[in-house]
Nanobody
Framework: QVQLVESGGGLVQAGGSLRLSCAAS????????MAWFRQAPGKEREFVGG????????YYADSVKGRFTISRDNDKNTVYLQMNTLEPEDTAVYYC????????????????WGQGTQVTISS
């Protein structure tokens, strides 16, 4: 069982930065692929970025590639999403997720989810 709690969301101006954190409970955290998804009002939940258990491989949605960076600290049971050069289109609730299948971008393949943190970018 893994429980996930996101933090770090907020309101920033376009061009600014935010860093989201996802703290996980459970001794098996390091075995999971971790990912960030986001969901804007009226839209489906979409994949943002993922990182496999070792932290050596990351993968991103094209819309955030080069602007967002995902990392993890298995000693602290925490995964991070550094978001730079933010755009109004990045406004959404951001969710942390954990799953056992690496490199997947499909929400259904992630087993555990956090409650989400709101990110709002003003123009």
């Amino acid at each position: 069982q893994v429980q996930l709690v996101e933090s770090g969301g907020g309101l920033v101006q376009a061009g600014g930065s935010l860093r989201l954190s996802c703290a996980a409970s459970g001794r098996t955290f390091s075995r999971y692929t971790m990912a960030w998804f986001r969901q804007a009002p009226g839209k489906e939940r979409e994949f943002v970025g993922g990182i496999v258990w070792s932290g050596g491989h990351t993968y991103y949605a094209d819309s955030v590639k080069g602007r967002f960076t995902i990392s993890r600290d298995n000693d602290k049971n925490t995964v991070y999403l550094q978001m730079n050069t933010l755009e109004p289109e990045d406004t959404a609730v951001y969710y942390c997720a954990a799953g056992l299948r690496p490199f997947t971008t499909i929400p259904m393949e992630y087993v555990y989810w956090g409650q989400g943190t709101q990110v709002t970018i003003s123009s």
